[in-house]
C-alpha cells in the first residue's frame, strides 16, 4: 500500500521561509509523479507546484512563481517543498500527492495517493 506523509508545517511570520517534506513508502518512488496542493478555510483544494519522475522539469502556480521551489530526492523517497517570503494568504493545509501514469509533470487534481496533510499558518 502506498504511503505519502508531510512534515515540516508549522507557523511562521510574513517573509519567513519553511520547508515541506513527503516521505513516500510503499512504491517505486521515482516511478511517480509528484506535486504539492494547498486547502485554505472555506477554499477549494488548488494546486501549487508538480515535479516529473527524474526531477527534470517543474510546474507552479502563479501565486507561488519565484518564492517556491519543488524538489525531489529519489534516493530518498521525498520530495521537498522550500517556500521563501512567505505571505499570510499562503497559510493553508498542505498536501503532498503521488502519481504513477503521469510522464510529466502534473498540475491536475486526479493524483493516486494523497497525505494527511501538513498546517502552515503565516502571521502578518
Known amino acids: 500500500q502506498v504511503q505519502v506523509v508531510e512534515s515540516g508545517g508549522g507557523l511562521v511570520q510574513a517573509g519567513g521561509s519553511l520547508r515541506l517534506s513527503c516521505a513516500a513508502s510503499?512504491?517505486?518512488?521515482?516511478?511517480?509523479?509528484m506535486g504539492w496542493f494547498r486547502q485554505a478555510p472555506g477554499k477549494e483544494r488548488e494546486f501549487v507546484a508538480a515535479i516529473n519522475r527524474r526531477g527534470s522539469r517543474t510546474a507552479y502556480a502563479d501565486s507561488v512563481k519565484g518564492r517556491f521551489t519543488i524538489s525531489r530526492d529519489n534516493a530518498k523517497n521525498t520530495v521537498y517543498l522550500q517556500m521563501n517570503s512567505l505571505k499570510p494568504e499562503d497559510t493553508a493545509v498542505y498536501y503532498c500527492?503521488?502519481?504513477?501514469?503521469?510522464?510529466?509533470?502534473?498540475?491536475?487534481?486526479?493524483?493516486?495517493?494523497w497525505g494527511q496533510g501538513t498546517q502552515v499558518t503565516v502571521s502578518s
Open positions: 500527492a503521488g502519481d504513477a501514469q503521469a510522464m510529466g509533470v502534473k498540475t491536475g487534481p486526479d493524483y493516486d495517493y
Open positions: 510503499g512504491h517505486t518512488f521515482s516511478g511517480y509523479a
